[in-house]
């Protein structure tokens, strides 16, 4: 690591860790606040439209039929799809700077003619994204308390429960930031790297939601990410899904070491 690079990598990316920080604690909040009142109604709603049921389960990744408790909108709000939007753009922003970044702005024959490795760039960069990622999960976290303050007593879910959660959110994210870090070395524009890791969440998002709905698509089912990221069911059990979150970290720290690699390797110049 380099405190120089690590403190000019911070500055850069402070505005950008406020704005999504901000946004994820008031969406959490909003969520948290919101879908606990709605639960009476939604469910009298499912019972009159049965298609109902079947969209709350593609929210949340599994069918859990008629249950109620605040495992339900809670585990819809860690999952939602703009919340999980906001967070992976968050990642992709932060994991293509270095280097698809640089190489767009011009600027690469600068950073790599400063006297430290290129290991030491790529680390340097990566401990400040995990910064940022911290403090932004941490106000999606705050965010979710507050709104989960104003709900009905009987519909807030356990602190501890929560932070289960949390952490198997982080794998996910972390997930589609070390494809982002894989891309960004593998590119020479930034705006490639971006579409490519969009294209793979997409995918991700749409498998996980037909499979609940198509025979075919469950069988291929675990090449998505969301697949291992279900927070309805640590919300509801208080269990760690160890299987899971070691499935993403396996993913994670395999892409993030590849980027690693190709850019330790690769020959890059200003185009």
């Given at each position: 690591?380099n405190?120089?690079?690590?403190?000019?990598?911070?500055?850069?990316?402070?505005g950008?860790t406020?704005?999504?920080?901000?946004?994820?604690?008031?969406?959490?909040?909003?969520l948290?606040?919101?879908?606990p009142?709605?639960?009476?109604?939604?469910?009298?709603?499912?019972?009159?439209?049965?298609?109902?049921?079947?969209?709350?389960?593609?929210?949340?990744?599994?069918?859990?039929?008629?249950?109620?408790?605040?495992e339900?909108?809670?585990?819809?709000?860690?999952?939602?799809?703009?919340?999980?939007?906001?967070?992976?753009?968050?990642?992709?922003?932060?994991?293509?700077?270095?280097?698809?970044?640089?190489?767009?702005k011009?600027?690469?024959?600068?950073?790599?003619?400063?006297?430290?490795?290129?290991?030491?760039?790529?680390?340097?960069?990566?401990?400040?994204?995990?910064?940022?990622?911290?403090?932004?999960?941490?106000?999606?976290?705050?965010g979710?308390?507050i709104?989960?303050?104003?709900?009905?007593?009987?519909?807030?879910?356990?602190?501890?429960?929560?932070?289960?959660?949390?952490?198997?959110l982080?794998?996910?994210?972390?997930?589609?930031a070390?494809?982002a870090?894989?891309?960004?070395s593998?590119?020479?524009?930034?705006?490639?790297?971006?579409?490519?890791?969009?294209?793979?969440?997409?995918?991700?998002?749409?498998?996980?939601?037909?499979?609940?709905l198509?025979?075919?698509?469950?069988?291929?089912?675990?090449?998505?990410i969301?697949?291992?990221?279900?927070?309805?069911?640590?919300?509801?059990?208080?269990?760690?899904?160890?299987?899971?979150?070691?499935?993403?970290?396996?993913v994670?720290?395999?892409l993030?070491?590849?980027?690693?690699?190709?850019?330790?390797?690769r020959d890059?110049?200003?185009?």
């Amino acid at each position: 690591m380099n405190f120089g690079l690590m403190r000019k990598a911070a500055i850069e990316l402070r505005g950008t860790t406020i704005v999504f920080g901000l946004a994820m604690m008031a969406g959490c909040g909003l969520l948290g606040f919101a879908l606990p009142r709605f639960q009476a109604r939604i469910m009298q709603r499912m019972a009159e439209m049965p298609f109902l049921q079947e969209m709350r389960s593609a929210m949340l990744g599994a069918d859990l039929g008629n249950a109620s408790g605040p495992e339900v909108p809670f585990g819809i709000a860690w999952s939602h799809p703009v919340l999980l939007a906001i967070l992976w753009a968050h990642g992709i922003i932060c994991c293509t700077r270095m280097p698809a970044g640089e190489v767009d702005k011009g600027t690469i024959d600068v950073v790599l003619g400063l006297p430290v490795s290129r290991w030491q760039l790529y680390v340097s960069e990566t401990v400040v994204w995990l910064g940022s990622a911290a403090i932004v999960l941490a106000m999606a976290l705050a965010g979710s308390l507050i709104g989960m303050r104003l709900a009905p007593p009987e519909m807030r879910p356990e602190l501890s429960r929560l932070l289960i959660v949390i952490a198997n959110l982080f794998l996910l994210y972390a997930s589609v930031a070390g494809m982002a870090w894989l891309m960004s070395s593998l590119s020479d524009r930034r705006g490639r790297a971006v579409t490519v890791v969009l294209i793979v969440a997409v995918s991700a998002f749409l498998l996980n939601y037909l499979a609940l709905l198509w025979p075919a698509a469950k069988r291929v089912q675990f090449l998505s990410i969301l697949h291992y990221y279900r927070p309805v069911f640590p919300l509801r059990d208080g269990r760690w899904p160890v299987g899971d979150m070691a499935a993403l970290g396996a993913v994670a720290a395999g892409l993030w070491a590849a980027g690693g690699v190709v850019f330790s390797r690769r020959d890059l110049s200003t185009l």
